[in-house]
């Protein structure tokens, strides 16, 4: 994989947050994408989001398939752990190692084409299992490494760069995720960071299987008049639901909000959500009424941005195995082996 290091000096002056890192810390190589990709500004939110959650680069592991969307983790985090998978295997990979270490914050970076394509099984089963995971699908409706050709999440009628119509079905992977029974779903744009960054922040402090579904055009091949996923069709297009400001557990509130247009959500860890409401009659917590709305408005061609869905209360992988606190990677030969005498007793109480 191509890469171009960044060099480490930077201005003296630069802001700091409470661990005395600065963003240079939670940047990576240099993007070797196409200038004005999409995915770039996904990078630079990811940035921006943990840098302001004060994460310890240390604890993040990023995860990610094939393609242009799944190359960024070489982009930002240059001081996580990283992993790049095989085209569509990310969520079996990224479920793997969560199950393995629970105490790592596990990021996984996919394209359309990785997650509603070669792998939009794996997609359906670490969402439907609760992963404890922030899944991001950078969306840009065409297979962008692979030179343009339609992916999944192409919509009926929209128009390659050569002018031929698609006449597929389209994916609507954040209404797949609902249904699946992910406990955080979410849409953007990579060219809202406003709404991005505080989704993205959110999403890493769920403590279950957070989905963040972002168009993110794709300059090269899908940028044109006719694309539904083109910088122009979405900023017509975009239905925002709700804008977001995301205070952890550890921030004082300090924000005043006009009642009647925000509602905030706590979730089991203490951390609020407060949704400043656009469309006054949508509820976040609702996963059937979140479901009417995004097919309502996707029959008109609007794209819904904003959070779709929270569960406040979700329960993740390792509360339905039951797992130990510890991370299983940290057990040793002693916690393993029970002894002879209680392997006794529990062959005993299965005869
Ligand atoms: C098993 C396998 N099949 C096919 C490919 C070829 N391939 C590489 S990237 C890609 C599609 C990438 O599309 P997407 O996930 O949408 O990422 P984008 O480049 O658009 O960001 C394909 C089909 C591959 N690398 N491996
Ligand atoms: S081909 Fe498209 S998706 Fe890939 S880097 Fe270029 S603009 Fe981005
Ligand atoms: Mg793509």
Redesign the pocket.
């Known amino acids: 994989m191509t890469y171009i290091v960044k060099p480490k000096f930077h201005h003296p002056a630069l802001p700091k947050n409470a661990l005395g890192y600065t963003h240079r810390d939670y940047e990576g190589s240099i993007s070797t994408l196409c200038a004005g990709c999409g995915?770039d500004s996904i990078s630079g939110a990811i940035i921006e989001a943990c840098f302001a959650l004060d994460i310890p680069p240390h604890r993040v592991a990023k995860l990610s398939?094939?393609?242009?969307?799944?190359?960024t983790p070489t982009y930002f985090l240059g001081n996580s752990h990283g992993f790049n998978s095989?085209?569509?295997r990310m969520p079996s990979v990224l479920t793997g190692a969560n199950l393995a270490n629970r105490d790592l914050i596990y990021l996984g970076v996919?394209?359309?084409?990785?997650?509603?394509?070669?792998g939009f099984g794996q997609f359906a089963h670490a969402l439907r299992r609760g992963v404890n995971m922030t899944y991001i699908v950078?969306?840009?409706g065409?297979?962008?490494?692979?030179k343009g050709?339609f992916?999944a999440t192409a919509d009926r009628g929209s128009k390659s760069k050569k002018g031929l119509a698609n006449s597929d079905n389209a994916i609507d992977l954040a209404a797949i995720a609902l249904q699946l029974g992910a406990t955080f779903v979410a849409r953007s744009f990579s060219g809202d960071k406003e709404q991005l960054v505080p989704l993205i922040k959110a999403a890493l402090e769920h403590q279950g299987a957070a989905f963040i579904d972002v168009i993110?055009p794709?300059v090269a091949f899908n940028n044109h008049a006719g694309s539904t996923k083109s910088f122009d069709y979405v900023r017509e297009h975009n239905e925002a639901v709700n804008r977001l400001d995301f205070m952890t557990a550890r921030a004082p509130i300090t924000v005043a909000y006009e009642p009647g247009s925000v509602e905030v959500v706590e979730q089991h860890d203490g951390s609020k959500l407060a949704l400043k409401k656009i469309a006054a009659d949508y509820d976040a917590r609702d996963r059937l009424g979140a479901m009417t709305f995004l097919q309502q408005h996707a029959a008109k061609g609007q794209i819904v941005t904003g959070l779709l869905y929270v569960d406040s209360e979700p329960e993740d992988l390792h509360y339905s195995f039951d797992t130990v606190d510890a991370p299983l990677n940290s057990l040793t030969e002693k916690d393993l082996c029970p002894g002879s005498a209680m392997l006794e007793k529990i062959n005993a109480s299965l005869r």
């Open positions: 995915h398939g094939i393609g242009c969307s799944s190359k095989v085209h569509g996919s394209g359309d084409g990785d997650s509603a394509s070669i950078e969306n840009n065409v297979y962008g490494l692979t050709q992916s993110s794709c």
